[in-house]
């Protein structure tokens, strides 16, 4: 009898065959974008994540309102637990559909030293802290309640960065024939930041179950992100009195920390996020 090749197999009883198909069998096409996988290692558990496409809007610290459009593909964890990652030995980023060239990250639960139950893969983004560099998403995996995973909150509800137009008035004597009259003039500035922000979509809940780790794919597939910055209208500036938050926006201590360092964990933007 002829086998039909790898992942079936027939078997014979009593004069019947029957067409088995191997449980592990997967069916052709493009594996899906940000999906994330984990393996027992020998010492750890690997997290393993597909390389995936982001949509997303672009823009600056302090212009926020002046945006481009973009796509990137996620190509390296650029954040991780430090010394967790291993490189994978496919030649280029193109020889793999997983990021790390085919590589992983190393986690354990909390029965481990510097281990967690709680781990989440998130694609996350923030301008970094000057006038020049602009929003780029990257993908981090970090343990919850982590330095990582705090710094890396949403500074406010809903992730919107808010801007005004700004203007100013006073009051100018005009003499007319019929007499004198008093006008109000308004003065309109620029545009300015009301508040600084960051992005945090969670890709997979990677959780212990007290035997080993399940994934939880909260997204799949390509990413779009809406832009998170919102025209909020005409504000009222006194020079002699201006609001709390000009010239500068509130939640820069949380911007600065953003970009800073994280306690345990590395950030590496080298390659990490590429556009397209």
Known sequence: MFQPGPGYNFTSANG???LDLAQDWQLLGEPDQFQVSVFK????WGVQCRKGFVRSAIYRKTAAWVIG???FEIQK???FPTGSKTTGDALTAADSSLVDLGGYISINPASVEGGSDNWGVYVIGCPPDDDVGTFVPYLAIMADGSDADTKSEPFQAGQTIKYYQLYNSNLQDVDTPAGTVTLTLFNFGGQAIYNYNCQKWKVADVIWDGSAFIVTQT??????LASPVSFEGFQYVDPASPPAWFPDPYYGAELTAWNGSWSGYTKDPSGATVEV
């Not at 290692?41 to 750890?44: E, I």
């Not at 997204?219 to 779009?224: N, S």
Request: aromatic share 10%.
């Open 16 to 18: 019947v065959s029957t």
């Open 41 to 44: 290692g020998a010492s750890a």
């Open 69 to 71: 459009l973009s796509q």
């Open 77 to 79: 964890f650029y954040g």
């Open 219 to 224: 997204h799949l597939g390509p990413m779009a």
